[in-house]
């Protein structure tokens, strides 16, 4: 997948409430809630109920990161 397709997607969820999933190597992940707040050329962050994160399209891109809407 291209960062650009990886940024409209972005795009398209901002304001939705969303569940993350950040792979942290050795088999541990760390789950998230949250809602895309700020979108940059770069990097977008997302407030989840430990603070701001943020995080690059290139982590979406490789799998660090994956979210997906809340039903």
Avoid: W
């Avoid at 942290?24 to 997302?46: A, S, V």
Wanted: aromatic share 8%.
């Amino acid at each position: 997948m291209n960062i650009n397709k990886i940024k409209d997607q972005i795009k398209e969820l901002k304001g939705e409430k969303l569940k993350i999933k950040i792979n942290l190597g050795r088999n541990k992940y760390e789950y998230l809630e949250g809602i895309i707040d700020k979108i940059h050329p770069n990097i977008f962050t997302i407030k989840t109920n430990k603070g701001i994160k943020s995080f690059t399209y290139s982590d979406i891109a490789t799998g660090c990161v994956t979210m997906g809407k809340f039903h």
